[in-house]
């Protein structure tokens, strides 16, 4: 049986992480009740995603005396005998993390790393859509992976995002085609974040590893489904479609914003400051 690539397995569960942390910091301020708890909802279901991914990567670290040489550095690893889920999510530093960089932006427009402004309900329902959209097709691909274990946190991912995308789907029209404030507010997200999700078409060695051994899916050949999910989408949210251009964001390779080390200490700071401790 094939493994996916440990940085591959990284990369999907980085993803998760850093998504589920950002809609979690909805809870207590939702617009509406039941946007408080959907958001809620799905940081729970990014959560789990994240966890199997990281078990899986830990596991195949553990049992790889070089991948273990190469994670030793990290709090907790010698205490329990290897890595595990924990120490991959809060002890690795942001330069260790495979993340796309739109996954790590606040909700809001864009802003210094601690400059304060109110969370934008159009920021992050524009973010969740974008990322669902592919996550549904990357997901449902997944599903065939040559890793059985990748294969089966597919098939449980799809049902999830398949309901993230309806739901952040059906806000972005009830954003765009509704009050002039709320369309402004919409096609101004639009515009901020679809220029971040060019990096998902830049390919790296780790999906090239396993596109190769049958365990990954080259995203490139996902953008044509991709580009009619959201351009049909757009279109019933009566917003314009920005053109592509500029700087072509890194975060799979490391490369993140200044917003990253912010969320990251928020993130991992209780963690970081009791390492021995156990939960």
Do not use: C
Request: charged content about 20%.
């Amino acid at each position: 049986m094939s493994a996916a690539p440990v940085d591959h397995l990284l990369h999907l569960a980085d993803n998760a992480l850093l998504l589920g942390q950002r809609n979690a910091e909805w809870a207590g301020h939702g617009p509406i009740l039941e946007e408080d708890l959907a958001l809620a909802n799905h940081a729970l279901d990014h959560l789990g995603q994240a966890r199997l991914l990281y078990q899986h990567a830990a596991a195949q670290i553990n049992a790889d005396p070089q991948q273990a040489q190469r994670f030793a550095h990290l709090q907790g690893a010698r205490v329990d005998g290897g890595v595990s889920e924990d120490t991959l999510a809060y002890f690795r530093g942001a330069h260790e993390f495979r993340n796309f960089t739109l996954l790590e932006l606040p909700h809001h427009g864009p802003l210094a790393g601690p400059a304060r402004q109110d969370r934008d309900f159009a920021t992050t329902t524009v973010r969740n859509f974008l990322y669902a959209a592919l996550m549904a097709l990357w997901w449902e691909r997944l599903q065939h992976s040559a890793d059985a274990q990748l294969a089966g946190i597919a098939a449980k991912s799809l049902k999830e995002v398949r309901y993230h995308l309806r739901h952040a789907g059906d806000w972005l029209v009830r954003l765009g085609d509704g009050t002039d404030d709320s369309r402004a507010r919409a096609q101004a997200a639009l515009n901020h974040l679809l220029p971040y999700t060019q990096e998902f078409w830049i390919g790296d060695a780790a999906e090239a590893a396993a596109v190769a051994n049958g365990t990954g899916v080259a995203l490139a050949a996902l953008k044509p489904a991709w580009d009619a999910l959201v351009d049909e989408a757009v279109a019933e949210a009566t917003l314009k479609r920005p053109a592509d251009g500029g700087y072509v964001t890194q975060g799979r390779h490391g490369v993140h914003s200044e917003h990253m080390g912010f969320v990251l200490a928020e993130m991992q700071g209780l963690a970081r400051e009791h390492p021995a401790a156990v939960w």
